[in-house]
């Protein structure tokens, strides 16, 4: 049967080529194709961006067609596990019954499908979140293995509902919602299998709550409570009547925060992350009884970023995040010792969780050589199986891996990030790309850098991902660093990078471009207003453009915290030093030609924050491309929106960088 296949496919190729008549003929439609233009999405709204030639598209599109997958769940009753992956344009919910076994599609909607969690007890059914454009407004839904069918739990509405998790029984489940106020998130109880047992249970204020675990009666539920990044609390609920007791006291001298929170197998105690006493979150055992704090990981002086408690409460699987790389760890609850662990492949660990047999660890694993891929490990017998493979139609295996790299920023403060060097077929001092994480509470990995490969595989730029005060991953004092009235000295660091290149002997200083989302945006377009005699160009995705503005406008369910992190805009001195600084309000500085790209349906950086800097710089002379997806949010998730942004993107660095 191959050899049929394989003659047969030959046989087409060569009656389309007869078909069309003399090779010279051929030759010519293909010129003629290599000319004509990429068409533009539709759903894109698009302004100063030159057509993108076909033959830019034959390059770069490999470039974008790489797959991975992430982890979702374990199948409690058979040793299936549920990923995210895309076969079409977003990601969707699969099934995998064997390691390296098919991918069954389950979930089919044109917008990204979020989560993904199997019932507890029989894995007969799969719950998940999807919202519609990018607009954040999710709801929950639940898939039927038995007929296919899918059916929506929540109301439907323009509410943000935020999956949570199920009791320890497997018949109800928690979960945020605004659908109060469309701001507050407050705590509900639904019951999947009959849809009209859907509660609120507990009415809170803010956006910051979330709901973590079920004590192992089902009597309460803890509940989690981020003021900011470096302040949260914790609460139990009674699931009876709603009335939440607090855990953590709220006149502490010193600020705490929590992250993850699990009850433990006996409910006599919880584990949690929390940097209380220390710079690092670590993890810890809270006692309830005494309520006495217990540290578990005090010799490990990095973050704690994961954890998981296996179902029979006899070992916990945490990672680690020891300068931008992660370790994976097993700790015995009983002997409080760790376990040996097997070599695992060299990567960035995420979403660990075990199966129900508390033996078998599943995880997604991502490195600078390939997209993140699912892989499992039995802590009993060492035993490491793959359950993924990735397609990717560009080799991978050479791509380049990041160097750590440090410099010194205006005040002393030790600033580092990561660089990738261009292949060595390219010569002579090189120019450079600096791409600012998010967050600002994010951190740049050395992980898989998808598109951003063709960047350096065939235009020989440098990249360099920087890390700047304020991240994350370098312990809490580093991140509180660029709050409130220090937000300047943030962008400091990104000029104190560009002296630390003018001093490397093989980077190009008089061709520097930067570009970063979100937060990265902003940074990105406050470099370019203070710092634009040192940049050719830049590229601001989703960024803001006025803090001011921006938290005027944010969802009012995500103000407040954003507030504890830019500053509160409605004190007069804050709104004062934020204007000041704000890129809108110091147009005429931003003179290197700049592309923005933004979601009409963003709901944390509203869309008039890209429209309103791209106005201006038009309207003032300077070089601006603007791109907007009608059907997007904050960044672009749909494959087709993500090419035409990527394609736009190269034309723009060849233009305005590299000549």
Not at 46 to 70: D, H, K, N, T, W
């Amino acid at each position: 049967m191959k050899w049929f296949v394989r003659f047969s496919g030959l046989f087409l190729v060569l009656l389309c080529f007869l078909s069309l008549g003399p090779f010279s003929s051929v030759a010519q439609d293909a010129r003629e194709l290599q000319d004509t233009a990429f068409p533009v999405p539709e759903s894109l709204v698009v302004s100063g961006i030159p057509q993108v030639p076909m033959r830019l598209v034959g390059s770069a599109e490999p470039y974008g067609s790489y797959r991975a997958a992430a982890f979702a769940d374990w199948n409690p009753a058979r040793r299936e596990i549920l990923i995210s992956t895309r076969f079409g344009d977003t990601p969707q919910l699969h099934l995998v019954k064997s390691p390296g076994g098919a991918r069954r599609q389950l979930t089919f909607f044109a917008d990204a499908v979020t989560g993904g969690r199997f019932d507890p007890e029989d894995g007969d059914y799969v719950v998940f979140m999807k919202d519609v454009g990018g607009g954040e407004w999710y709801q929950l839904y639940r898939y039927e293995f038995a007929t296919g069918k899918i059916r929506m739990m929540t109301d439907g509405k323009k509410s943000r509902n935020l999956l949570g998790p199920f009791s320890s029984k497997g018949t109800r489940l928690a979960y945020m919602s605004t659908r109060r106020t469309g701001k507050d998130l407050d705590l509900w109880v639904l019951e999947p299998d009959e849809a009209k047992k859907n509660r609120m249970l507990t009415e809170l204020t803010g956006g910051g709550w979330q709901a973590l675990d079920w004590s192992p009666d089902d009597k309460q539920i803890l509940l989690k409570e981020e003021v900011s990044i470096n302040e949260s609390h914790l609460w139990l609920v009674d699931t009876a009547d709603g009335k939440k007791t607090p855990l953590t006291p709220r006149d502490a001298a010193e600020k705490v925060a929590y992250g993850e929170a699990r009850f433990s197998e006996d409910g006599k105690g919880i584990y949690l992350t929390t940097d209380k006493d220390s710079e690092f979150f670590q993890l810890a055992y809270f006692d309830l009884a005494t309520r006495q704090l217990k540290t578990l990981t005090s010799k490990i002086p990095w973050d704690v970023e994961h954890f998981d408690l296996s179902r029979d409460g006899k070992r916990i699987a945490y990672v680690t995040n020891e300068d931008g790389v992660t370790v994976l760890h097993v700790l015995d609850t009983a002997t409080l010792k760790q376990l040996s662990l097997p070599q695992l492949p060299v990567g960035l660990i995420s979403g660990v969780r075990w199966a129900r047999n508390g033996t078998e660890l599943g995880f997604a694993l991502t490195s600078a050589r390939g997209p993140a891929d699912c892989f499992s490990l039995d802590v009993a017998t060492g035993k490491i199986e793959r359950w993924t493979f990735s397609e990717a139609p560009v080799r991978t295996d050479a791509f380049r891996e990041a160097e750590l790299i440090h410099w010194k920023s205006f005040d002393g403060k030790a600033i580092s990030g990561f660089l990738y060097r261009s292949p060595v077929k390219f010569t002579g001092k090189r120019p450079v790309l600096v791409i600012i994480h998010g967050g600002p509470e994010g951190q740049s990995l050395p992980t898989f850098l998808g598109r951003n490969n063709y960047f350096l595989n065939e235009l020989g730029i440098v990249l360099i991902y920087p890390n700047v005060r304020g991240s994350t991953g370098y312990g809490k004092s580093f991140s509180l660093l660029d709050n409130g009235f220090k937000r300047e000295d943030s962008y400091k660091d990104i000029n104190s990078l560009f002296d630390w290149i003018a001093a490397q002997p093989y980077l190009d200083p008089d061709r520097v471009a930067v570009t970063g989302g979100s937060y990265g945006g902003h940074m990105t377009l406050a470099v370019s207003t203070f710092y634009s005699n040192r940049i050719r160009c830049s590229i601001d995705v989703v960024g803001m453009s006025n803090l001011v503005t921006f938290l005027e406008h944010t969802e009012g369910y995500r103000r407040d915290l954003r507030r504890a992190e830019y500053g509160d805009e409605r004190d007069p001195k804050m709104r004062e030093y934020l204007e000041k600084l704000a890129p809108m309000n110091n147009i005429g500085k931003i003179n290197k030609p700049l592309l923005v790209v933004a979601g009409m349906n963003d709901p944390r950086v509203p869309v008039s924050e890209s429209e309103q800097i791209a106005n201006a710089l038009k309207k003032q002379g300077t070089p601006v491309w603007y791109l907007m997806a009608r059907d997007e949010g904050h960044g672009y998730h749909k494959k087709s929106n993500l090419d035409f942004q990527f394609y736009a993107s190269i034309i723009f660095l060849e233009q305005y960088l590299l000549k």
